[in-house]
């Protein structure tokens, strides 16, 4: 899970892809290609109305969410506006059936960063921990937990398993600038947001950079 183009802007020399081929704007890889342009299926329904609620919930649009059949992992290109999502990485993640809301949480993930972008935040965010990533995605996870704890009104989801894949997710690599955060730092991050009842994505924001401020995430 990767914030393309924001590390770039922040200076971290992140890579933007690029290339031919794009079925719509936006999805510009070489091997990219639009939610629209998935067969008709359960895996093209989940995610039309994830991208549907989560734009809803962060009060933001994305000008595509696409698939690309080469990336093994998730990812918000800054530039172009787009959400993308390695085919295989989510049939892994989604698998067996009952972790489809582990793969949802990654996509909510990505789409925090793109509502941190809009909000200016990822400068302020970066001042405050000399990690500089570290800060930037311990509050990435607090609001993908909101947005989760915000889905469970709707639909059964068995929070143990996104906190197991958070706590996965987290790195030992302290002394480096790429570092995201340790596993239990990414597991808290992520279920204080669960635990956070609003329905207003502003304050789960202030409330996140609270949070990650008083975790020391430096």
């Not at 909101?146 to 009104?153: I, K, N, T």
Request: glycine share 10%; aromatic share 12%.
């Amino acid at each position: 899970m990767r914030l393309r183009a924001a590390y770039l802007a922040a200076g971290l020399g992140a890579v933007m892809m690029a290339g031919p081929g794009a079925a719509v704007a936006g999805c510009s890889g070489p091997f990219q290609f639009p939610v629209e342009d998935l067969d008709q299926s359960v895996f093209r329904q989940v995610l039309e109305v994830t991208r549907d609620e989560i734009e809803r919930f962060f009060d933001f649009t994305f000008d595509a969410f696409c698939m690309d059949d080469e990336e093994y992992g998730a990812y918000y290109d800054i530039r172009a506006n787009t959400l993308v999502v390695g085919t295989q990485f989510f049939l892994d993640v989604a698998n067996p059936p009952g972790n489809i809301n582990r793969a949802i949480g990654v996509i909510a993930h990505e789409a925090a960063h793109a509502f941190q972008t809009k909000h200016g935040l990822l400068n302020m965010l970066i001042e405050t921990n000399p990690h500089r990533v570290k800060c930037i995605e311990l509050h990435a996870d607090f609001l993908a937990g909101g947005y989760m704890g915000w889905r469970a009104r709707q639909y059964d989801i068995d929070v143990s398993k996104m906190t197991e894949m958070f706590f996965d997710l987290g790195d030992d690599m302290t002394q480096n600038d790429g570092h995201h955060g340790l596993g239990p730092e990414r597991f808290l991050s992520f279920r204080q947001g669960f635990n956070t009842v609003t329905d207003d994505e502003i304050t789960l924001s202030s409330m996140g950079i609270a949070y990650v401020s008083q975790a020391k995430c430096d």
